[in-house]
């Protein structure tokens, strides 16, 4: 054996050693701490025998956790994760006592409640001593990964991986442009400023702008699958189905991939050799994890959950996520309940489930998608997308400038950072892009502002009953989405697809953000503007003229598409451009193009209705509720990025600008084919083609 063999034997066994005594030494202090734990016989034992039983639990635990922990948790897979999260202390709890009863000395005893915090305890500690000693000897963490890399190649065909670079692309949900640019310049994200800075920067920045609809729904399918024709907002109502799609909804994210793949003739930007993790549509992968549009399927089509089985087979590994994920349950309520003393403003409820939601987005999420790249990559895939959505969920709550989301940034930097180190040990070189999908706009609510909900104002506009409380909006934040996606029998939003008992003539009123969507189910057909004055005379004046309403779109018989704003303003959409914005000119460049494309949608709703927009606080007001929301025009909302690797050419030509998700997705095709990889996407199957 070579000199450098034996340092590395002799290195891992002084870690495992250390690893042991230190589960020992945790061992001892558990029992001596704890009336229900004992090392020792009822006669009473020595310092040594009781030191000996100690050691031998502790080994035993050890062992036990390397090889049935494994088992245990491919066994699981048909558990949901979030149960499974729940099980990991039980199980840790089931081995120690496994441990205890076949330990050679035969001295421990535990009762199997104490059994868990113990397993609990020992399993942090052994985590944490190795991770210090990995930290320590940055040798023996690079010798570690190149271990993994080989290992996956032996388990392929034993060739070495291919000498053209791959594609990662991690997708931060709702960072806006500007915010990553002061994140970074703050020292929040020394990974992208590293990037960014230096006089050779790796990577080039750029911005680019959203459809009307922005929103991850919108933005996703159409960097993914090179279409996002029809979306027209996160959630809207199609006559003709008389139903409610929700772009979070596992049948409906289905759906818009098929209708998209049939739209484009593709089957996705990953069909050669992609792998899809954390998103709401595949991409055409094959591998897959936390996938919403595979979600809603059964049986062994659905590989959603795989990505588990590579994270949670080390019990070090659950047992830790376990933890920060009731750390950030408890860290949420901590700030929730401060920014109420504080009596911040602007403020949304954060109570229920919420902080089970957000710890499930900003740790296992995090954790699980993570992991499942860092395989990928040491499995020299050809292309991986990503999508982490814990800023995007801490933002909506918290504002997208809040102390609590730039805590976020720094932990999500950290995974940035992991990701680029273990690209350095992959089989193959990988050029790593960083996009967003959206940004966030901040401002308080249309309910807080008015003391009204959209939907009432509707209402009262029909002549309607206004109820005194009004409803409250689904958040319709992406964490559900993977939420969703983790679950073995995904949970459908019945309170939108099921709509509640109404007169027909009433119309359905959908919050996207600062979007809303007014639609009369009874008329098979999008209304005209003259329909409408007919039916409900103060309707339409109603909505154009209140102070939190920007502007409003309908169909006219006269004119096409007509805008419609304060103090009369009425102005053919054909009119307006860029030179001549008329009631559009405080939303920016490009506004009246992206409404003019979405008034194009065949599902487009009666009555668009956009909210308030302050150009110089950049501020909005949501329908929904949100303190940082996105979905409609205004804002940072509309600007998201693009971070790309140098060697890559430019996303645009000069001076010309990124306009929406298909343009994004040509990008990404393009940078795909610039690796020498093969032409993609392919023609989608047959199957999914005719679905």
């Known amino acids: 054996m070579g000199g450098g ?8 066994v002084w870690r495992s050693i250390t690893v042991w005594a230190a589960s020992t030494a945790t061992m001892l202090v558990l029992a001596g701490l704890l009336p229900d734990f004992q090392l020792q016989s009822d006669d009473g034992d020595s310092a040594t025998q009781i030191a000996v039983t100690a050691a031998a639990g502790a080994g035993v635990f050890g062992l036990l956790s390397s090889l049935v922990w494994p088992l245990l948790v491919r066994a699981l897979l048909l558990v949901p ?129 959203t459809d009307w609809s922005s929103q991850t729904g919108a933005s996703q399918l159409g960097i993914l699958h090179g279409s996002n024709h029809d979306i027209p907002a996160f959630r809207w109502y199609e006559k003709d189905s008389q139903e409610v799609m929700v772009c979070n909804r596992p049948t409906s994210a289905a759906e818009l991939q098929r209708r998209a793949v049939e739209h484009t003739g593709d089957g996705g930007l990953l069909t050669v050799d992609g792998a899809s993790r954390g998103n709401l549509f595949s991409g055409g992968a094959d591998q897959l994890a936390l996938v919403l549009s595979v979600a809603a ?21 659950a047992v830790r996520t376990a933890m920060s994920f009731v750390a950030e349950v408890f860290r949420e309520i901590g700030q929730s309940t401060r920014a109420r003393a504080k009596k911040r403003r602007p403020r949304v409820k954060r109570g229920g489930l919420y902080p089970v939601v957000r710890a499930f987005a900003t740790v296992v999420e995090r954790d699980v998608v993570v992991a499942a790249v860092i395989g990928d990559m040491l499995a020299g895939r050809n292309a991986v997308y990503a999508d982490l959505v814990a800023y995007d969920e801490v933002a909506h709550h918290s504002g997208p400038r809040g102390r609590d989301a730039e805590k976020v940034l720094e932990r999500l930097d950290r995974s940035l950072a992991l ?42 506009g029909c002549g309607l009953p206004v109820p005194r409380k009004a409803q409250r909006t689904h958040s319709g934040a992406e964490a559900r989405a993977a939420v969703r996606a983790a679950l073995r029998r995904p949970v459908e939003e019945g309170g939108e697809r099921h709509l509640p008992a109404r007169r027909r003539s009433e119309p359905i009123v959908l919050a996207s953000g600062n979007l809303g969507l007014v639609s009369f189910p009874d008329v098979p057909h999008r209304m005209s503007r003259e ?12 909505l154009a003229n209140h102070p939190g309403v920007g502007f409003v779109l309908v169909r006219s018989e006269e004119y096409g598409a007509l805008v419609l704003a304060a103090n009369g303003a009425e102005v053919p959409l054909d009119e307006l451009d860029d030179e001549h914005p008329g009631p559009l000119a405080d939303f920016g460049p490009g506004a009246a193009d992206a409404v003019r494309r979405t008034h194009s949608f065949p599902h487009t709703a009666d009555i668009m209705v956009n909210s308030w927009y302050d150009p110089e606080e950049g501020e909005v007001l949501a329908f929904e509720e949100q303190i940082g929301s996105h979905g409609g025009l205004g804002g940072a909302q509309g600007r998201p990025f693009l971070l790309s690797p140098v060697t890559l050419s430019p996303p645009a030509g000069d001076g010309a600008v990124l306009v929406g998700a298909e343009q994004v997705h040509q990008v990404l095709r393009r940078w795909l084919r610039e690796c020498d990889g093969p032409q993609v996407p392919l023609a989608a199957p047959p199957k999914e083609r005719a679905a």
């Open 5 to 12: 063999r034996w340092r590395r034997f002799l290195s891992g």
């Open 81 to 209: 994760a979030l149960v499974l999260g729940l099980l990991v202390f039980f199980l840790n709890g089931s081995l120690l006592l496994l441990a205890l009863r076949i330990s050679p000395s035969g001295q421990g005893e535990v009762a199997p409640e104490t059994a868990v915090v113990v397993a609990a305890v020992m399993s942090a500690v052994a985590s944490a001593t190795g991770g210090a000693l990995a930290v320590r000897d940055d040798d023996a963490y690079r010798r570690r990964l190149y271990r993994l890399a080989d290992r996956r190649r032996r388990r392929g065909d034993g060739q070495a991986g291919p000498s053209t670079p791959g594609a990662v692309f991690i997708q931060l949900d709702g960072l806006g442009h500007d915010l990553l640019v002061q994140a970074a310049g703050k020292g929040l994200m020394p990974t992208v400023a590293r990037w960014l800075g230096g006089d050779r920067p790796t990577h080039r920045l750029t911005p680019w702008r």
């Open 297 to 317: 399927r059964r049986g062994r089509e659905n590989r959603s959950r795989a990505g588990y089985f590579a994270y949670f087979s080390d019990p070090a590994n």
């Open 419 to 460: 990701i680029a180190k273990i690209a350095e040990h992959a089989p193959r070189p990988y050029r790593i892009v960083l996009l967003s999908d959206h940004g966030q706009s901040p401002g308080e609510t249309f309910l807080t502002r008015y003391g009204l909900s959209l939907g009432n104002l509707v209402r009262a």
């Open 531 to 542: 329909e409408i004055d007919r039916r409900h005379p103060a309707l339409l004046s109603t």
